[in-house]
């Protein structure tokens, strides 16, 4: 009998992760192709003010989150006969954090900019996504339960929908305005889709079921996630605004261009270090010299890969830019070959951070977070108006190296500095090699 149901939760579990992997691969082959006529039609101009907008979109989205993400799955396992409390408690929160995020981000840009200026409509627009996006709570539910797959296909029926928006934008030759909007139809659609595959469960949404005790509670256990999360978010979508500020809307948009092919090269070792994470953590509880063995081998991967990934960026990076979005994006090429020499840095920082998070070390996360933010915002304070676009780059690089190898200050370590430099041992080499 207990095999029977190991067995079928293995099914379940590598199902449910299917469905997440197509997800994310649906997106990058469709977004590439969307994303790269739309911005060959707007031109690298408004590709930087819509960059600018999503920027301060991100921001304030800790509002409509409240860390609520992290422990709301938690809590719909540990409390089963709580579930519909726990569903519309954070339901609640939830669209009050997001009604206080339209608020403060249509007020932020008011008192920066003028509340006379062009962009209020766009963030208002913009932030009405949050709304929408606080009936995640229903993929919360589906998460606990092993059953995203219809979280999965509802949000990429209305991403599918929205991509054929766009393109029917590009070519009825719409306005800024119209494709900003799409992010929050891209919402809209995908909490329809939520609400209708959640009509026959047995829980009900009833916002009148709102506890405050549990409500608190949530909110406790969710504020050092909030503001990891607000810090993280900082960390790399600063450099848009001020390059924005600094330089204006039309090199923003070259940058924006070089990091969405940037953020295709991250999703490879994302899969990479999620798939080592139930591997390493088992190996930490039942034996250290397993333990460190697992991580040399994941760190040997990252390392390999981010030194091909960087060759890759720096030799067909101009050419890749160049074929996929023209002359208009001049220097985008170049951009992206210098993003390319932080990828070492950006991979091991994802390898040492599932060893923070196996050894639940929250605070030195935090800690190391907002060292990382603000040596960047310090180093683009110097170097954007000296080096433009190669300044946000080079404050980056900078940044991920101190905050990836803030490690070794850590006590009791495991030693990782031998661990950091295993990948480059002659040994290392010839068992990937062999391998």
């Not at 469905?19 to 994310?24: A, G, H, T, V, Y």
């Not at 339209?102 to 003028?114: A, E, N, P, Q, R």
């Not at 329809?192 to 005790?213: E, M, Q, V």
């Not at 430099?421 to 290392?428: E, H, M, V």
Request: proline letters at 2%.
């Amino acid at each position: 009998m207990i095999n029977r149901l190991i067995d079928k939760v293995g099914r379940k579990l590598l199902g449910n992760s299917m469905w997440l992997f197509i997800d994310k691969i649906v997106r990058l082959l469709v977004g590439l192709f969307i994303g790269v006529l739309v911005a060959r039609y707007l031109g690298p101009d408004q590709v930087g003010l819509w960059n600018y907008c999503l920027a301060i979109f991100t921001f304030f989205i800790l509002f409509s989150s409240l860390g609520l993400d992290y422990v709301t799955p938690r809590e719909f396992v540990n409390n089963k006969q709580e579930q519909e409390k726990i569903l519309n408690t954070t339901l609640f929160l939830k669209f009050t954090g997001a009604t206080l995020g339209i608020l403060f981000s249509t007020l932020f840009m008011g008192f920066f900019k003028g509340f006379d200026s062009h962009l209020i409509p766009l963030i208002f627009i913009l932030t009405t996504g949050y709304l929408f996006q606080s009936f995640d709570v229903i993929d919360y539910y589906y998460q606990s339960r092993l059953e995203q797959k219809y979280s999965v296909i509802a949000r990429m029926i209305a991403f599918l929908l929205v991509s054929c928006y766009k393109f029917y934008l590009v070519q009825s030759e719409a306005p800024l305005i119209w494709f900003v909007a799409s992010s929050t139809i891209d919402f809209a659609l995908g909490a329809a889709g939520l609400l209708y595959s959640f009509r026959k469960s047995p829980l009900k949404i009833r916002l009148s079921s709102f506890d405050f005790k549990l409500g608190k509670s949530l909110l406790k256990d969710s504020i050092v996630f909030s503001i990891s999360a607000f810090v993280v978010v900082l960390y790399y979508k600063i450099d848009q605004v001020m390059i924005t500020e600094f330089l204006g809307k039309q090199v923003n948009g070259i940058y924006s261009v070089s990091i969405r092919i940037y953020e295709l090269f991250i999703f490879i070792p994302t899969v990479l270090v999620g798939s080592f994470l139930p591997v390493i953590t088992e190996k930490y509880k039942k034996d250290e010299r397993e333990f460190k063995a697992s991580v040399k081998q994941l760190y040997t991967l990252l390392t390999y890969m981010s030194i091909l990934f960087t060759l890759f960026a720096w030799f067909a990076g101009p050419f890749v830019m160049d074929l996929l979005y023209g002359a208009s994006y001049q220097g985008s090429g170049e951009a992206l070959q210098f993003i390319g020499l932080g990828f070492y840095f950006v991979f091991m920082g994802m390898g040492t951070g599932i060893y923070l998070v196996i050894r639940n070390k929250k605070k030195f996360v935090l800690i190391k977070s907002l060292i990382g933010l603000g040596l960047n915002v310090l180093v683009n304070l110097w170097l954007i108006p000296i080096l433009g676009i190669k300044g946000a780059i080079i404050a980056s690089i900078i940044s991920n190296f101190v905050s990836t190898f803030l490690i070794l200050g850590l006590k009791d370590n495991h030693g990782h500095l031998e661990l950091l430099l295993s990948p480059f041992n002659i040994s290392s080499i010839k068992r990937f090699l062999k391998y």
